[in-house]
Nanobody
Framework: VQLQASGGGLVQAGGSLRLACAAS????????MGWFRQAPGKERESVAA????????YYAESVKGRFTISRDNAKNTMYLQLNSLKPDDTAVYYC??????????????????WGQGTQVTVSS
């Protein structure tokens, strides 16, 4: 599967953005999907994930209550709604796909396929 992330941009603190991850190829619904982010000088970290089986969602503590992950299998697209953005949310956001979340759905190690990333910048 090939992934294309979009929707990043520059926003003021407290603002909102909606990221999208478009997948090409068949069987999008057979992948668990996740969003990760990487700030300058930091490790790539998990943000949110959504299960392929029942659509269950999972979030990093730092974004709970502010971000919402969703997917539309008919459109082969995953979304991340980012609300109440903070300067600490500034990062490149990557989408990823996993066929088997053997290391946990929020673990980078579980993901086989990655998109190119989209920049989110939050000004104070």
């Amino acid at each position: 599967v090939q992934l294309q992330a979009s929707g990043g941009g520059l926003v003021q603190a407290g603002g909102s953005l909606r990221l999208a991850c478009a997948a090409s190829g068949r069987s999008f619904s057979s992948y668990s999907m996740g969003w990760f982010r990487q700030a300058p000088g930091k490790e790539r970290e998990s943000v949110a994930a959504i299960s392929r089986t029942d659509g269950s969602t999972y979030y990093a503590e730092s974004v709970k209550g502010r971000f919402t992950i969703s997917r539309d299998n008919a459109k082969n697209t995953m979304y991340l709604q980012l609300n109440s953005l903070k300067p600490d949310d500034t990062a490149v956001y990557y989408c990823a796909a996993s066929q088997s979340v053997r290391f946990g759905i929020l673990s980078r190690a579980s993901y086989n396929y990655w998109g190119q990333g989209t920049q989110v910048t939050v000004s104070s």
